[in-house]
């Protein structure tokens, strides 16, 4: 039961405090990458069921029954973190590839070694650089995306 707590508050505090950052990240920026980051979040969401289905990872003790593992990460910090990597590379894309790469590299490396302790994560099929490669291929959906989609599209809207 200690361990349930334990994880919880982990997982709470995590999306409280990313969240805590987002007033400070600015309305134009979030206006500007929020469907970028909007889409790379239901690709997870989505990706959350195939990893289900194939045993890549589980979260023995989600922070609350309603409220997956994946969902606590994505609610947490990948959101605010997507904005702000968007925020202080967008346009660089080999600065946002490496801020990416670093920041991807200390959640599978790190991170899930001190989650695995806690007993809140546990790999299954999938390996480390096989997750890590899977999320650096959403960074690269995320920058395309918002490179492609949206600022292709508000080049070609004429209306003010």
Request: glycine share 6%; net charge positive; proline share 6%.
């Amino acid at each position: 039961m200690k361990i349930f707590k334990e994880a919880k508050i982990f997982f709470g505090s995590m999306i409280v405090l990313s969240w805590l950052t987002v007033p400070f990240l600015g309305v134009k920026y979030i206006k500007r990458y929020k469907y970028a980051v909007a889409f790379v979040s239901v690709f997870i969401f989505m990706e959350s069921f195939v990893a289900k289905k194939f045993k890549w990872w589980s979260f023995p003790r989600p922070p609350l029954r309603y409220l997956t593992g994946e969902m606590a990460l994505v609610l947490g910090p990948f959101i605010p973190g997507s904005f702000w990597i968007m925020r202080l590379t967008y346009g660089r894309f080999g600065l946002y590839m490496l801020l990416n790469l670093i920041t991807d590299w200390l959640f599978v490396y790190p991170f899930q070694t001190m989650t695995k302790k806690l007993k809140m994560f546990r790999f299954g099929t999938i390996k480390k650089p096989q997750l890590l490669s899977i999320f650096l291929f959403k960074a690269v959906l995320m920058y395309g995306f918002q490179y492609f989609i949206v600022e292709k599209a508000n080049k070609e809207d004429p209306s003010p």
